[in-house]
């Protein structure tokens, strides 16, 4: 819900400027010599040429095919992304801490090549860039399976171009469902499309744990999702058709502009990026810190920390709602304090779920903390949000905006309850972790006790306790 706050805040400070300098009035009744209300382009749209689908280009029941297609593809995504987090107890590269290198790796070529099919995506066909974007995905994941321990730099360059099937993908896939659907059914695609996120992540912890596990080799578990992929290449190849672009907005038709052209009308957008690079840096690093002052003083500090974060962070995005219509300025700066204090808890969380859970049952509780993270936020809230459309009076741009805005006010609502559920876990965090410290597993005897002279007399601890 946090997310759809950040996603959608950053246009509601232009909207609202709009919506303060003229459109307080409704449009006048229709006369003689004197239009009536526009049409929504939405409406005439579902009017012309048999509703949205014809429009498109693409039949009602194949736009569902292409929609399932989708969201399989998006889920083989996050499968791959999470394999190697499943397994880390067993492989050579996570016992010698090189694990993170092949994340940043993947990390910092998805996050270079996205504009580069941002720019080919909107030029060129869309159904061929994902096609070629996921076999090449796949072959590099298969390959990346057979690379000997000798040569961990094989590792590193594979890991790393399955970042051009990700950036091919996840670049394009929103847009066709954008060409293929409007207003609440595009909503709700895309709250299908975004679910497949946390049920990929759990399916890649499982299945890159399990099958390890079975076959007694870390290879056979980047063998997986390749093989998956050659599927899904058929299934884009043969079932998926490029929609019309924009057809089902009704708009004029559209032309293609220079990428400094585009950059520029994309240059509002900056601001609300840079802030949240700035507050999500300066977030987890203030909440660390507070974090690990507090940890001298009571052993609930980071249950603590994480509940103030939210608890404070709801009165900004509150006002960062209510200042959009009237102030765009006061806007930025309270979503800069909202978003700082929403980001102290993300390092603090990952924390505390480690030190809860014994050590051979940590991937399976980082898999169901994402699926039931992304379950509970991104994966329902633009649905959610999205049920703004239900709130409007007419189809006008104040009550567009207005209609936004109320929608936006349920992410003060959720911040305040996730503080309260922080405040909660703090009764239990102490007994938790205490526990996860002195498991024993099943079939083991505990620790002996053994003898430690103390002032004088002798004290028996369990040997754990004891520091050798």
């Known amino acids: 819900m946090a997310e759809a706050a950040e996603r959608d805040s950053a246009s509601m400070g232009d909207c609202g400027a709009a919506a303060a300098g003229g459109?307080?009035?409704?449009?006048?009744?229709?006369?003689?010599?004197?239009p009536g209300p526009a049409e929504a382009p939405e409406e005439a749209a579902g009017r012309r040429g048999g509703g949205e689908e014809a429009a498109s280009g693409v039949s009602a029941v194949r736009a569902r095919l292409i929609v399932c297609i989708l969201c399989y593809i998006n889920l083989l995504n996050y499968?791959?992304?999470?394999?190697?987090?499943?397994?880390?107890?067993?492989?050579?590269f996570c016992s010698m801490g090189l694990q993170p290198v092949l994340s940043s790796v993947f990390i910092?070529?998805?996050?270079?090549?996205?504009?580069?099919?941002?720019?080919?995506?909107?030029?060129?066909?869309?159904?061929?860039?994902?096609?070629g974007g996921i076999a090449f995905w796949s072959v590099v994941t298969l390959a990346s399976s057979f690379t000997p321990q000798q040569h961990f730099w094989a590792l590193l360059l594979t890991r790393g171009l399955v970042g051009v099937g990700e950036a091919s993908y996840s670049t394009i896939a929103p847009t066709i469902i954008a060409d293929l659907y409007v207003k609440e059914k595009r909503t709700s695609m895309l709250s299908v499309f975004y679910f497949a996120i946390p049920v990929g992540s759990g399916l890649g912890y499982i299945v890159g744990s399990q099958v390890s596990a079975v076959a007694q080799d870390w290879h056979w578990a980047l063998r997986v999702t390749p093989a998956l992929g050659l599927i899904a290449v058929l299934l884009l190849l043969f079932v998926v058709r490029e929609p019309k672009r924009g057809a089902v907005e009704a708009r004029a038709e559209l032309?293609?502009?220079?990428?400094?052209?585009?950059?520029?009308?994309?240059?509002?957008?900056?601001?609300?990026?840079?802030?949240?690079?700035?507050?999500?840096?300066?977030?987890?690093?203030?909440?660390?810190?507070?974090?690990?002052?507090?940890?001298?003083?009571?052993?609930?500090?980071d249950p603590y920390v994480c509940a103030a974060g939210l608890l404070l962070s709801a009165p900004f995005l509150y006002l960062a709602i209510v200042f959009a219509q009237g102030s765009t300025a006061a806007t930025y700066v309270f979503i800069f304090l909202g978003e700082t204090f929403l980001s102290m808890n993300w390092a603090i969380v990952a924390d505390i779920l480690l030190y809860v859970v014994v050590p051979t049952r940590r991937s399976t509780a980082e898999a169901l903390q994402i699926v039931v993270s992304h379950l509970l936020g991104d994966a329902g809230s633009p649905y959610m949000i999205g049920l703004s459309d239900s709130l409007r009076r007419s189809d006008s741009f104040l009550?567009?905006?207005?209609?936004?805005?109320?929608?936006?006010?349920?992410?003060?609502?959720?911040?305040?309850?996730?503080?309260?559920?922080?405040?909660?876990?703090a009764l239990f965090v102490e007994s938790d972790r205490t526990r996860a410290e002195s498991h024993v597993p099943a079939g083991e005897p505990p620790d002996e006790p053994i003898v430690v002279p103390k002032s004088g007399r002798s004290t028996r601890v369990p040997v754990s306790s004891v520091l050798i």
């Open 23 to 34: 459109f307080g009035a409704g449009p006048g009744p229709a006369g003689p010599g004197r």
């Open 108 to 131: 910092c070529s998805y996050m270079v090549l996205a504009p580069v099919f941002g720019y080919l995506g909107d030029r060129h066909n869309r159904k061929y860039i994902m096609c």
């Open 399 to 425: 009550w567009r905006f207005r209609s936004l805005q109320l929608s936006l006010l349920l992410c003060s609502f959720v911040a305040v309850v996730g503080g309260a559920f922080f405040l909660a876990t």
């Open 255 to 301: 032309h293609q502009t220079s990428w400094l052209t585009d950059l520029q009308a994309l240059s509002r957008n900056l601001i609300f990026g840079i802030i949240t690079v700035i507050t999500g840096v300066l977030g987890v690093f203030s909440g660390v810190q507070v974090s690990r002052y507090l940890r001298k003083k009571t052993p609930r500090a």
């Open 79 to 92: 499968m791959d992304r999470f394999t190697v987090a499943g397994r880390t107890e067993g492989f050579w």
